[in-house]
């Protein structure tokens, strides 16, 4: 199992979902934090079992939440890029290839 590592914009993201969802409901807040949790231990666990997307780049989704987990494969950790929602540009996260 790989180490899950975040880059600290797709940490603010994350964040400010959970908090965004607590506030409509604390359960859903709870739902939100517990799904992104399953999709990055998924994405530790097993890196090439995400879904090939752009730039080299890989995802995987939580739960029926309409978000995607953007991340790429390093030879001991999995960067996340993104905790990307689909209604935003796609690629908004390219510049944090870098940073990964």
């Keep these: 199992m790989k180490v899950v590592r975040y880059v ?3 940490r603010e993201e994350f964040l400010h979902e959970v908090a965004y969802f607590t506030t409509v409901s604390p359960r859903l807040g709870r739902r939100f934090d517990e799904s992104v949790q399953k999709a990055e231990a998924l994405a530790a666990e097993f890196p090439d079992a995400g879904f090939p997307y752009k730039f080299g780049t890989r995802r995987v989704f939580p739960g029926k939440f309409k978000f995607s987990i953007v991340y790429v494969v390093r030879e001991d950790e999995v960067v996340v ?3 990307a929602p689909f209604r935003r540009k796609p ?3 390219r510049s944090r290839l870098s940073a990964g």
Excluded: F, P
Aim: no cysteine; charged share 20%; hydrophobic share 55%.
């Design 8 to 10: 600290d914009e797709a």
């Design 81 to 83: 890029l993104a905790v």
């Design 91 to 93: 690629g908004y996260w």
